[in-house]
T-cell receptor, first 115, second 111 residues
Framework: DTGVSQNPRHKITKRGQNVTFRCDPI?????LYWYRQTLGQGPEFLTY????????KSRLLSDRFSAERPKGSFSTLEIQRTEQGDSAMYLC?????????????FGPGTRLTVL | GQQVMQIPQYQHVQEGEDFTTYCNSS?????IQWYKQRPGGHPVFLIQ?????EVKKQKRLTFQFGEAKKNSSLHITATQTTDVGTYFC???????????FGKGTKLSVIP
């Protein structure tokens, strides 16, 4: 049983470039979440998918950010025209539909540094 | 929007001392969750509380959910060095999939 995986683990890019991150949730987990975490802060919700449908998106998410989950399995998060303020850890989490608790299983994250 | 506040931001304790972190929400929550994040790691789920006034225990950890479902606490008895990390509470409101995290309480345990 593998956990949530994210690739790449680290990304360094220059301001203005586009970046794309990938998240592979735990198998059969229908629900997938993206968060952003900066130093000294808790994870900040970005968006939520149930299967392939994007059901909720943070108002804080600018139009430079887009996420997809085309087949209801893996998901990608793209940031266009990166800015230095985008530097953060991007976390993905997944959970199944069933279960007593709404436990979210987090991946190791992708650390983005924008120079 | 919903805000979740946590205090204290940092706590340094001597090994064997107790530790408590408090969480307050600006709105009534449908449930509250607690996560632990070790240095360099990712958040790991600890517990979920759903009912008003609920108390749950996990070995040395005691979790409480307030009667009004707007506050919560995590108490660790007799801390150990393995308890080191940042403890986050996270709440969701009715009808929302969004989980709002507090800023966390970073616990240091001095051996």
């Amino acid at each position: 049983d593998t956990g949530v995986s994210q690739n790449p683990r680290h990304k360094i890019t220059k301001r203005g470039q586009n970046v794309t991150f990938r998240c592979d949730p735990i198998s059969e987990h229908n629900r997938l979440y993206w968060y952003r975490q900066t130093l000294g802060q808790g994870p900040e919700f970005l968006t939520y998918f149930q299967n392939e449908a994007q059901l909720e998106k943070s108002r804080l998410l600018s139009d430079r950010f887009s996420a997809e989950r085309p087949k209801g399995s893996f998901s990608t998060l793209e940031i266009q025209r990166t800015e230095q303020g985008d530097s953060a850890m991007y976390l993905c989490a997944s959970r199944p539909d069933w279960g007593e608790m709404d436990t979210q299983y987090f991946g190791p994250g992708t650390r983005l540094t924008v120079l | 929007g919903q805000q979740v506040m946590q205090i204290p931001q940092y706590q340094h304790v001597q090994e064997g001392e107790d530790f408590t972190t408090y969480c307050n929400s600006s709105t009534t929550l449908s449930n509250i969750q607690w996560y632990k994040q070790r240095p360099g790691g990712h958040p790991v789920f600890l517990i979920q509380l759903v009912k008003s006034g609920e108390v749950k225990k996990q070995k040395r950890l005691t979790f409480q959910f307030g009667e009004a479902k707007k506050n919560s606490s995590l108490h660790i008895t007799a801390t150990q060095t393995t308890d080191v990390g940042t403890y986050f509470c996270a709440g969701s409101g009715a009808g929302s999939y969004q989980l709002t995290f507090g800023k966390g309480t970073k616990l240091s345990v001095i051996p």
